[in-house]
């Protein structure tokens, strides 16, 4: 008797989690025809302590279909390392999965690094998204190189300290300490010239004037972008102060620390959402501006728009 008692209640508790359980996925919303490759910014990385650069998106984007992979590149490094690495990962992917191409999508400096990839291996590339893309410099950067500039003995003491601890730390939280460091080459990366230098090597989706955008298939790789224009958007957010204060380095309007003419690349989605560049990736912990759009929503909207576009 007990025993059916305690079978009858299992059964019980099994259909109330059953009807409580999420729509299964499987809407082939988020499903694009290539995988989506993720490529994080500046002192970024895949997951540390079980916590995702990219909070709650890779997720979102499978549960509707989608087959996500998250990269890990050098934290601190110039554009072309950084890319070299991304382009290894990159085959790897292709080889794991047998797809002919990846869908990029970078953040801040992963813009470029997923630039760099689709300038030398268009073949590979079905698209490269830039979120808060630093593709034309950044002021902020300028601002800091301005402080440290090539040659002082205070940069390599600076880069040197970047290098052996931030980065460091970074790197062995996220189990890919083999990674070379140099803060420096990835300063000179992110300042406007730097970005320039780049640009005439890689000038694919690059607005050639103004900020409306830039060509949106080249070689037969479809880019896009956007990002935010609002550094503070949540009063609980401890990044949301530090934001604050490097948005003052800008003349026009910015996320905090990329310029929103900055982030324009091929078809601009829109460069004004009320995010600051910690919110385009949902940062920090899911704390955003609850006025705008959630930032895995546009990740999920982007991904169908993906699918629509046969990528
Ligand atoms: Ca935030």
Redesign the pocket.
């Known amino acids: 008797m007990k025993n059916r008692l305690f079978a009858m209640a299992m059964a019980i508790i099994a259909a109330v989690m059953l009807a409580f359980q999420p729509a299964q996925a499987a809407t082939g919303y988020t499903q694009t025809k290539y995988p989506i490759v993720l490529v994080h910014g500046l002192f970024g990385f895949d997951s540390i302590l079980g916590i995702d650069y990219w909070y709650g998106i890779p997720s979102a984007l499978r549960s509707d279909g989608a087959t996500v992979y998250v990269t890990q590149v050098s934290a601190a490094n110039s554009t072309e390392v950084r890319g070299e690495q991304l382009l290894t990962q990159v085959k790897q992917i292709l080889a794991i999965t047998g797809a002919s191409k990846v869908n990029l999508i970078g953040h801040s400096h992963g813009g470029p690094t997923a630039r760099y990839v689709a300038g030398v291996a268009p073949e590979l590339v079905a698209s490269v998204t830039s979120v808060g893309g630093v593709n034309r410099g950044s002021d902020f950067a300028d601002a800091v190189r301005g402080v440290l500039p090539s040659g002082s003995p205070i940069t390599s003491a600076v880069a040197k300290v970047a290098n052996s601890t931030l980065v460091a730390l970074i790197q062995a939280l996220s189990g890919n300490s083999s990674l070379p460091a140099n803060a420096e080459a990835a300063l000179v990366s992110l300042t406007t010239a730097g970005s320039t230098a780049f640009n005439a090597k890689f000038p694919a989706g690059v607005p050639t004037s103004g900020c409306s955008g830039g060509a949106e298939v080249v070689r037969g790789v479809r880019y896009y972008s956007w990002g935010g224009n609002k550094p503070y958007?949540?009063v609980l957010?401890p990044?949301?102060p530090v934001?604050t204060l490097s948005s003052a380095f800008f003349s026009s309007a910015n996320d905090g620390l990329v310029s929103t003419c900055s982030m324009a690349l091929g078809k601009v989605i829109r460069v004004d959402y009320g995010?600051?560049h910690?919110?385009e990736v949902?940062?920090?912990l899911?704390?955003?501006?609850i006025f705008e759009t959630n930032p895995v929503q546009l990740y999920r909207q982007h991904a169908n728009r993906l699918k629509l576009a046969g990528v």
Not at 286 to 289: F, M, P, R
């Open positions: 958007t949540n957010d990044m949301d934001l995010m600051n910690m919110d949902n940062q920090t899911g704390l955003v501006n």
